[in-house]
């Protein structure tokens, strides 16, 4: 069995299936048609009823084998992979019987660091699945959709364990946020769902946060520095002076729990021009929409003192 899970998830691994938020289209990149594809025909093989449709989201039926009118039950996980670091040519690399100690990816100077990971200790005595270093894993969520597929196998396999209707999905575009845009519930149809994604064995999350991202845009006044004085506006240095405004321990290296916070994701620019992006995450709705309303009070505060409209706030939930 051990085997079969490491063969599955090396399988799935292997094809990249990156998301890219600055996508239009769904799925956001035609690469994760493979995986989709692939899910496809594999449950094909196993005599279940699929359908993908054109978006890309996979739905399968694991029939009830059993007389007792019992709730159909729903299980749920992405196919797609973050667009923060590379993603093809994954290459896995298996450790046996971990022994507690740092990971060193492959051959690179990268490592699981027991300090900066300290769950790695809940794992010491299993057998792990690490990136050899160069690019990402992937198991987020491929491990999620090979707990699914083995789960369907196992009961195809063991017919005396008695079970209602499994309805089973497997999405796009969850990593940038899109996964839940054109999921159909109504044609799901299950009583109760489940995601697999992420996290301790034994550990079931039924909240969710509320989640906003937001792509401030800034533009500058670029004239020669030794003419710049009372012209020369950096958007650089107006960018800081954005981010600075937002309260330095309502991050995420500062927060845990329900405790909300703004994230700067990413950054650049020049003098000219420069762009923030940020996610927004806050349980509680109302602080939820303050935060999203703090960030355009900013601008306006920013313009105001510039007298001119040099920074943009867009967001979308």
Excluded at 86 to 108: C, F, K, M, R, W
Aim: charged content about 25%.
């Amino acid at each position: 069995m051990k085997q079969r899970l490491i063969d599955r998830l090396t399988r799935y691994v292997k094809v990249d299936t990156q998301a890219d938020a600055a996508s239009e289209s769904t799925p956001s990149t035609e690469k994760q048609w493979d995986l989709i594809r692939m899910l496809e025909e594999e449950i094909k093989a196993l005599n279940l009823e699929v359908d993908v449709d054109d978006k890309g989201y996979l739905m399968a039926t694991l029939p009830s084998n059993t007389e007792k009118d019992v709730p159909t039950i729903g299980l749920l996980a992405h196919i797609d992979t973050s667009p923060d670091y590379h993603a093809s040519n994954v290459n896995p690399v298996i450790v046996e019987q971990y022994n507690g100690e740092d990971i060193t990816l492959g051959n690179t100077d990268k490592v699981l660091s027991t300090k900066t990971f300290p769950q790695l200790e809940k794992v010491i005595g299993h057998t792990l699945m690490t990136t050899d270093g160069t690019t990402l894993l992937g198991a987020d969520d491929k491990a999620g959709v090979v707990e699914i597929m083995e789960a369907i196998i196992y009961l195809l396999e063991h017919p005396e364990i008695k079970h209602g209707k499994i309805r089973f999905s497997f999405t796009p575009d969850e990593e940038i946020g899109r996964g839940p845009h054109h999921f159909n519930v109504e044609g799901f149809n299950a009583d109760f769902a489940y995601t697999l994604d992420g996290s301790l064995e034994g550990e079931l999350q039924y909240e969710s946060f509320n989640a906003a991202s937001a792509v401030v845009e800034v533009n500058g006044v670029n004239v020669h520095p030794g003419s710049a004085k009372d012209v020369m506006v950096n958007a650089n240095t107006l960018a800081m002076a954005f981010n600075d405004q937002l309260p330095s321990d309502e991050v995420p290296e500062h927060t845990e729990g329900y405790e909300g916070f703004y994230h700067l994701s990413d950054m650049s620019g020049t003098v000219e021009k420069a762009t923030l992006q940020y996610i927004i995450r806050d349980h509680d709705k109302a602080q939820f929409e303050r935060r999203k309303n703090h960030l355009l009070d900013i601008a306006k505060v920013l313009n105001h003192k510039y007298d001119q409209e040099l920074i943009t706030v867009t967001i979308k939930d």
